[in-house]
């Protein structure tokens, strides 16, 4: 999976009252890649429970730090994917990821466990990053602007609605939120 953190302006998000959207539209994001492993697992015919991703910081700018609000919804969506999917990342890559990301990935640390955060290697230009995503992941698998062999789009998952739709518009009527106390069942 390749997700454009870089690219979403989660800040606008923040600052237009979504929050609470953005963290359910990532939520879908996650049920999204889960409902992928279970059809890889059908497909390969043996169980496929973690996930390999690439974090594109590209265009992550310091603005989306300098708000406590929108600092405080990318720990929440950390601390929730690290609550509810844990030992579930094979590997991530966070790349095209200089200054400001590496301030970012300060913050995220305390919420992940350290099997996770050793999972996670961060690269600042594509001659550091592209030798080795190539070395761990087929090249048919990924995009040409990645080093692969992929043609046609750019696939990923996690294109923040544009400027025109914001997130509650774009949160599917399929999604409901439902709180179980501990110990319950749905």
Avoid: C
């Amino acid at each position: 999976m390749i997700a454009p953190f870089g690219e979403w302006d989660i800040r606008k998000a923040v600052s237009a009252g979504e929050a609470k959207a953005f963290i359910r539209y990532t939520d879908q994001l996650f049920a999204k890649i889960f409902e992928k492993t279970k059809e890889n697992s059908k497909k390969r015919g043996k169980e496929v429970s973690q996930f390999v991703v690439i974090y594109d910081m590209a265009n992550f700018s310091m603005r989306q730090l300098t708000s406590i609000a929108t600092v405080n919804t990318i720990l929440s969506v950390a601390g929730r994917f690290e609550a509810n999917y844990p030992e579930t990342l094979y590997s991530g890559y966070a790349v095209n990821a200089y200054r400001v990301f590496q301030i970012l990935f300060s913050m995220l640390k305390p919420l992940l466990s350290p099997r996770t955060i050793g999972k996670i290697q961060i690269f600042t230009k594509p001659e550091k990053w592209q030798p080795v995503l190539l070395q761990n992941l087929p090249p048919t698998q990924l995009p040409k602007e990645f080093g692969g062999t992929r043609g046609g789009r750019r696939i990923s998952i996690g294109h923040i609605p544009h400027r025109d739709r914001s997130f509650t518009e774009r949160l599917s009527t399929t999604y409901i939120t439902v709180e179980v106390g501990a110990g319950k069942k749905i």
